[in-house]
């Protein structure tokens, strides 16, 4: 079937196009409203843009319509949804408002081109395919592009389908079969179905989709049979019993310091007093905050605003504070090392002292921010020195654990939490708990926050861990090994959480087969669409 054929007359073609634009419309309003977003979120309407991805494919006359319709969508939803990056931009790098827009503008352009590339793609799919194998192709290739801008130019899987439902966990536990970009996949599929099952007619005696009442039967039931499954399973995770691991209580520390301030050298004593300060809420109980003291403490990344092995008067007094409570103090502060030839280099790193054996440990963070923690290519943006305090950070060299009362734990670094493959790591290395810190400050009061929160939640459904969570501003929480959200601190207030969590040490069926699904997402779209190519020069050649 040819959605719009040679024939329409020029009205109908306008009326086609202005179709189509409403559908991109649609597609990116339901990006927006089915992600965290300051009006209100309803995570079903982020299947708006799969669904409208899809219908424009069909509609679009040409290949070049569908990638153009496609970017539209996806470049209007991801910088809706991204809207927040222009508050930095403003408040920190010093550009005006118009100019923040337009970086983000700029940056929705780029993720636009995955959703061309989906709409280009699903028109030759379902051009040579039957419906039900275009619909679930359309899964595969919606899971694959997302894996691929996770891994592209450093990767930025920050709007990932699946995420936009971590919310609601019943919706999210197939993660742990077959991870966020898996469980997308699923949800592009079903949505692709929805398409095809839905008697829709644009065009008058024209363009109807689909034409015939037994493939919208097929989808329909290829919809039902996709939506059953993920019901069911998600219900039972839910209600099964979590393993059993040995409990401890986490005592996460919100400082809440003035970004403005934070790295001024008169203020470094008073950030150390403020955390010592919240910590003792949690680990003294004769201040009457709590009745027994904590296990674990946890500060935010860069809590501490000096070099921990340089800065001697200000490291006692941390080390001393864990001593005489006895508990372990993990907290976040830059490092320094050292290349082999002899060059300093600067990390991101998290501390974890503990007062019995093995004493003093680190991680440093590997997948650092462009831009925000070092400049790809030496690109000279004076805008961005504010937020590179100076410093040019380095990666760390390995995925090293750390050792926490006889168990091992991971550590993810505030923008590390959006990346599968680094939780999936740690956790098949043998890490029984997440640590995360993290520095939301820059974003101010709006949805970036609680999105990166969500996306947190991704990697404890995905990896059957507990996530321990610390932010500077918010949103410090504990997260199960099934995606919820047990607490969270409130934004901007300082504060001390303490929720009890447990070592984990079970591996999800992801854990163990990512390569396997990635495999899947990235070589099936792939061979459908070389079939659906060489199937198409075959008819040229023929007509």
């Known amino acids: 079937m040819t959605p719009a054929p040679e024939w329409l007359t020029v009205p109908e073609r306008k009326a086609l196009s202005r179709i189509i634009l409403c559908l991109a419309l649609l597609g990116a309003g339901g990006l927006f409203l089915g992600f965290c977003n300051p009006v209100a979120q309803f995570p079903p309407l982020a299947l708006c843009a799969p669904a409208a991805m899809c219908l424009m494919a069909r509609l679009s006359r040409t290949n070049w319509n569908a990638f153009h319709a496609g970017w539209l969508c996806a470049a209007l939803g991801q910088s809706a949804c991204l809207y927040w990056l222009a508050v930095p931009m403003h408040d920190f790098g010093g550009l005006p408002w118009i100019a923040a827009a337009v970086c983000v503008l700029a940056l929705g352009g780029y993720l636009g081109l995955y959703g061309g590339l989906f709409c280009l793609g699903y028109k030759l799919i379902h051009r040579h395919l039957h419906p039900l194998a275009a619909s679930l192709l359309a899964g595969l290739l919606w899971g694959g592009l997302e894996l691929a801008r996770g891994w592209l130019f450093t990767g930025f899987p920050w709007v990932s389908l699946s995420s936009a439902f971590a919310p609601w966990p019943l919706w999210i536990q197939g993660a742990a079969l077959v991870g966020a970009y898996g469980l997308s996949a699923v ?110 403490l946890v500060w935010p990344e860069t809590a501490m605003p000096f070099y921990f092995e340089e800065n001697r008067d200000l490291a006692a007094q941390i080390t001393a504070f864990s001593d005489h409570f006895n508990v372990p103090v993990a907290f976040g502060a830059p490092g320094k090392g050292r290349r082999p030839g002899g060059e300093t280099t600067y990390h991101n790193r998290l501390w974890l002292y503990t007062p019995d054996k093995p004493g003093l ?178 008819t040229r050649e023929l007509g």
């Open 361 to 538: 440990q680190y991680k440093d963070k590997v997948h650092l921010v462009p831009f925000g923690e070092y400049v790809p290519l030496s690109i000279p943006l004076p805008f961005i020195e504010y937020f590179m305090q100076g410093l040019d950070f380095s990666p760390g060299e390995s995925e090293r654990l750390l050792r926490l009362g006889g168990k091992k734990a991971g550590v993810l670094i505030c923008y590390e939490a959006i990346f599968p493959e680094l939780a999936r790591q740690q956790a098949l290395d043998g890490a029984a708990v997440l640590i995360n810190i993290s520095n939301d400050a820059w974003f101010g009061r709006t949805a970036a926050p609680m999105q990166h929160l969500q996306l947190t939640a991704m990697r404890a459904a995905e990896t059957g861990r507990y996530i321990v969570r610390a932010t500077n501003t918010g949103y410090s929480a504990v997260i199960d090994p099934r995606g919820r959200i047990l607490t969270h601190g409130t934004l901007f207030r300082a504060e001390t959480l303490v929720v009890p969590a447990a070592f984990q040490e079970k591996d999800t069926l992801f854990t163990l087969g990512m390569p396997y699904v990635n495999a899947v997402l990235v070589l099936g779209p792939l061979l459908a669409l070389l079939l659906c190519f060489l199937r198409e020069r075959r």
């Open 187 to 296: 949800y592009a599929a079903l949505a692709a179905a929805l398409t095809e099952a839905a008697p829709l007619r644009f065009i008058p005696g024209r363009t109807a989709l689909p034409v015939r009442r037994k493939q919208r039967l097929a989808a329909l039931a290829l919809a039902v049979l996709l939506f059953i499954p993920l019901y069911v399973y998600g219900l039972q995770a839910l209600r099964a019993p979590l393993p059993q691991g040995d409990v401890f209580r986490a005592g996460l520390v919100q400082g809440n310091v003035n970004q403005n301030q934070k790295w001024e050298p008169r203020y470094q004593q008073q950030t150390v007093n403020r955390y010592l300060s919240l910590s003792e809420r949690a680990v003294n109980p004769a201040l009457g905050v709590v009745k027994e003291p904590v296990d674990l």
